[in-house]
């Protein structure tokens, strides 16, 4: 096994293959664009996920847009190469076998990035404990800190197992992975055939962790009681430092990771912000998001940059050349794409969507503080807009998770909107949000919309994925958003940057969603060249540098080898 990979990539969900069902939406997409932009780059890393055997899950919606889930059942031989070694975590004292499959993530020059994706569905292990990697973010508290084992713990011991003995960072992507930090000390403690936990060892393992954290949302922050702790992972030396390894009577992983890493950042410059005021005394930077611009740019974008543009691929700060592309041929790109995500809505929804008609997109998680309903707070305002500036139609996705009753509503909400205007604007909710259809709908829709309740959006990468593809945003400033929006320029902003210390108001962001909606409609259908010039900024100034190529190099410079 190779020895010269140098980066350990831990992450609790990755986005491989739109037919591997191993991540839920943005953190596992990121991850995914991550790994691909590294290996494009020829970084030296390995990376370390769970198979998830069972899927996230598969929506199904009712008539009145409730949400139920299914079990996603595939075959993960079809995809990944079973490795050999076994090693095992002890959980509840009994021993769990880990097994590992192999994913190859090759760049742009052939270059080679093994994914490992852990796996305890084994004949020798308990029945329980044969389910630990069947869902992503399933069932209660001792399931959710029994994955989180077998990723830290159980990912280190593979790789070691692996043959990678020599790493020198461990890049932990959000808190789930940060047990990986206790294995860490472990394996020093025994490499001086035991003894106490010293200073120093803290400090080593301090220098060789890296930690992203993605969110300001609580319940992002996995936190476990340490009498639950102690029953499912067993008592140990290092929760006896409490300054570091627990918190009031809990293990707290984002503390953990923050606690134990040499670098820390959040993923935009507000969430940098952000994460400084939640977790005051810490040293926290920030490395906006990316996306990978070779996975998200549609077809018809491929062969207008292949013809304008050459070598976007390796270099993606080249597409800022977009500005010379003609507007007549960007339209025309645009339109296939356009042509291709009507057509899909369609079959799907039966509505007759029209490609002349302009066609907003909104498809993310589906849960509250992402308000995907904010558009329908006053119907007659927007059945106005429609009417009287020019024809509207949209396109939603997204899933709630099983737990959320709230993103379940909203789901229903939106149902209920789309059946009140149904004679005016036609509305179509896809099912089952993924990278297949996420493609569809960043490249296709005419308008990108997004309107968070700040500061909750950490950075978003959906509408990065949209100016990829020429389709600028219509956002709440917040996020990456606020580094991205030249007003009229790049899209359109969505009321103010207001200071976090400023509560926003539902109604107000909703009146001025209004205002910009309507001046943006008659702009698309008076002004199209404007329009088309809107588009090619979009490309040439947010999709060069919203990309994961500049993310890494980042990355490799302030946290890798810096």
Known sequence: MEESKKIAYFSMEIGLDPAMPTYSGGLGVLAGDTILSGADLKIPMVAVTL????????????????????????????????????????????????????????????????????????????????????????????????????????GIRMLRALGHAQLDRFHMNEGHASMLTIELLDERIRSRQGGAIVPDDIAQIRRQCVFTTHTPVAAGHDKFPMTLVREVFGAHEAFGFEDIFCCDNQLNLTYLALNLSHYVNGVAKQHGEVSRQMFAGYTIDAITNGVNASRWVCPSFQELFDRHIPGWREDNFSLRYALSIPCDEMTQAHQLAKRELIQHVNQQSNLGMDTEVLTLGFARRATSYKRADLIFTDLERLRAISKNAGRLQLVFSGKAHPNDTEGKELIKRIFGAARELRSAIKIAYLPNYDITLGLLLTAGVDVWLNTPQPPMEASGTSGMKAAMNGVPSLSILDGWWIEGCIEGITGWAIGENHRLEHPRSQAADAEQLYRKLEQVVRLYYTEPGRFCAVRTHTIALNGSFFNTQRMMQQYVLKAYFG
């Open 51 to 154: 198979l998830h055997r069972k899927g996230y899950f598969y929506q199904r919606l009712a008539q009145d847009g409730w949400q139920t889930e299914e079990a996603v059942e595939w075959v993960p031989q079809d995809f990944a190469r079973e490795l050999k070694p076994r090693v095992s975590v002890t959980i509840q004292n009994r021993p769990v076998a880990i097994r590992a499959w192999e994913y190859a993530v090759k760049g742009i020059g052939g270059y080679t990035i093994p994914v490992y994706l852990l796996d305890t569905d084994l004949d020798e292990n308990a029945p329980q404990d044969r389910m630990l990697t069947h869902h992503l973010y399933g069932q209660d508290l001792k399931y959710r800190l029994s994955q989180e084992i077998v990723l830290g713990i159980g």
